[in-house]
């Protein structure tokens, strides 16, 4: 069943929520439903709602369920490649389960963080859909810092690897 991400909407049992305009769009225009079609809503932070499309951008939801977050929580320190890799490593990751992306200027990095960027509300949309995708339900949280050393230690886990690509 087709998963949509939604923000900031209160699931609540046989209520009717109007869609947000981007995924309204999705259902009606690009996959071409009509009112009863099913599918999934998520909040990602665990709640899931079975609903059904109805007019005027409505959905009624029919179920609400809340998931578990995996009991491994996986945080990746990532210093920032250039080019379109990053895209690469957020998407697949968010797939393989992790939960906590610290995206890292470095000495070497060509990209440079900026307040509210275009690039940061891309990075958060590629999570979104590859959570949508998979079926991931928790959505990944995106950190970003200029030091490796204050990434490492806002990290908090057990066990910390840290891993040397060699040219």
């Not at 009863?36 to 809503?41: M, N, Q, S, T």
């Not at 200027?105 to 963080?113: K, M, P, Q, W």
């Not at 970003?144 to 990290?155: F, H, I, R």
């Amino acid at each position: 069943m087709r998963s949509f991400f939604v923000a900031d909407v209160d699931f609540r049992l046989n209520e009717s929520i109007l869609l947000p305009e981007a995924v309204h769009h999705h259902l009606i225009r690009v996959l071409r439903l009509e009112p009863g079609a099913e599918f999934r809503l998520f909040d990602g932070c665990g709640r899931v709602a079975e609903a059904v499309l109805q007019k005027d951008g409505l959905a009624r939801l029919c179920q609400v369920n809340d998931t578990v977050a995996a009991p491994c929580r996986i945080q990746l320190i990532q210093g920032v490649p250039k080019g379109d890799k990053t895209e690469l490593i957020l998407q697949k990751g968010t797939e393989l389960g992790v939960s906590q992306f610290h995206l890292v200027t470095t000495e070497r990095s060509v990209v440079r963080f900026k307040r509210e960027t275009r690039q940061r509300l891309r990075w958060q949309k590629i999570i979104q859909e590859a959570a949508r995708q998979c079926g991931q339900y928790h959505l990944p949280v995106l950190q970003y810092s200029d030091s490796l050393k204050a990434a490492m230690e806002t990290a908090d886990a057990d066990v910390k690897l840290l891993f040397v690509g060699a040219e």
